[in-house]
């Protein structure tokens, strides 16, 4: 429905996203917001909508995928991103629709009696810098198979993650393939096993990739074989622009929010440096080329995560300092939430709602003196769920035309 | 998906019942819960999270059943009672999946020319008494039919419940058999009828034990007659247990509550008394036994079915009393709420969201002062959805993983 009504415009949508921002009382019954100082927030949620929004559910914790694909306007249940998908995202690898990417352990082998018996499904954990020698090894030797472009990136110890890249674009359930891993030490690997016939093309290609592999990794003492599980391409979603109209691009220093920037077809923007500072001046570049600008600030995530609430009442003091020079830019539509909650007595991810503030000159506003879980409760939006945040987003742009006479 | 994430450990959640606790203003512009002195409540509210539960939608008044089913976690629309089986629980009859339960009025017939006429569908509401007598009458000379067991069991003035055990399981739709109430005197009882192959066999039986009753029922000059209505068998549901992987028991004096809470696979704690002292006294002698612990005090409904808001709100009051006692246990969740509203001044269950208290050390809290309609309002949990209270109390148990990546 919404997408019926959606009419073009040339006005300026700034979503602004603090990562993990909501947060729970830490010193003194305060939450991080409460505890920072916030001139410039302040004045902002005087004249502002303020609300809550709740990721996918009562009580659900969102990875950053599902947090994202929200507030992106993408209902997080309908699209699931598959776990090696992000995994690419997450190593700045760029997915396509002639994709298919895989999460891969390094582990260790053994031939009893002719068979082939995994060991040790981790390899001993070995340490990245193995890993890392192991997979340029790889990736060297291994460009392609039987045409398709093979990528590798190590992750942390024992983990790498794989993406194959066809000739042309994969049919949907082309990555219906069964694990490799047998998930139990003694056992035999398995055969990568395509549940249809465009998923068995792309294991028959996973077949002899394992078979050279195997080759390469012979000698190793740890590292002799490698475990396949999680195969994934990327989720068919129907692009940002096709569906709300806005030629959107993402103003991000981390790969994974840039990979799901991506998913949804904004354009990546390429900038030096990585402080909130180079994200406005990017901004500001850029400003007369698009209508939807989505800025990602991550370390508000990164302190929760740690439990450092002072790091994240520190963030949250230097993006205040800076949010003049995003007024000043006079956005018809400025947002600032974030994609999840991550309140640093929980040291992750929360399902807890999070602070909603949307400036537009039609807003009731007055409602709260603060940006901050307590006082956004009191705020006009109330709460409510993250995939209709595009919907305030797209009206206060006056650009949802009436539904029904 | 809820399930998909649901974790085991040992934290213990306490849901307490306060049975149509939601009111109106009665008094000065005040509602019961307003006007009750609440000094515990009080102290707890300010560090709890606050809201209402819609218990089904807006504007519908549930009944127990629906009620019950949402706080417990169950859709109240796609999980209904049969009338039958909310009855036998009513009455303190344990229901398997080998039941059918029968609504049955007793009612007047007379034989006009061959045919069987109703003359008095309620058997001129016999006194309460009469019904008790005819119906033991009933239950000694009838033990069973055909190899299934019958039990009679007295309603109000002409209403009888039946409940039929069969010797094994009955498959679904057994219950899917045609009233015998032609619903308006002057007509001919109707036959049991069965619309598919399980239900035309529990209709046999049926037929059978109505001859025996007619034989049994002719001398009698009112009570001739049983007319049958509402047969329903035990509805399927998965158990709470494997649902939400909670050892759950339930601590309720009325058969209703207990029967709503066996439904759902919660074991039923049999305890002297039936105060709330005798339950708090319960609760803690089985505290190392489960994880999930549902207390349901029954007399605020009553005294507000009655019209009589000084009863509910002493309940109130000795509930507050008491309160300290569930504290001292120190549980991870504790939720009081209740299953509907029950306003005095409408003497009978409501529409009105329920007022929900959740206490947990992952809570804002701060947001209102007390526990109170009005001051849930202000609450971080907002208005939401009676089934999703379930989603709250395992997030704040900590047993719900991340979802996505």
Redesign the interface.
Known sequence: MLESLVQKNDRKIVLLVLDGIGG??VKD?R?ELELAKTPNLDTLAKRSALGLHLP???????????GHLGIFGYN??SH??G?GI??ALGLGLEVSDRDIAIRGNYATVERVGGRLIVKDRRAGRIPTEENKRITSKLSEAIREVDGVEVFFSPGMEHRVTLLLRFPEELPEGSDRIRDTDPQKEGLEPLLPEGENEASERVASVVKKLLQRVEELLSEEPRANYLLLRGFSQKPKMESFEKRFGLKACAIAVYPMYRGLASLVGMELISFEGQSIKDQISTLKRVWEDYHFFFLHIKKTDSYGEDGNYEGKIRVIEEFDAHLPNILELNPQVLVITGDHST?S??K??????VPVLLHSPYVLGGTSERFT??EC??GEL??FPAEKLINLMLAHSLRLAKFGA
């Open positions: 729970l009382p019954g939450t996918v559910d009562q009580g659900i914790t969102p990875g950053s995928g599902p997080p249940l699931q991103i776990r992000l995994e309140p007595v929980l992750g991810h929360s399902w807890h709602p879980e307590r409760l009191k109330g709460i």
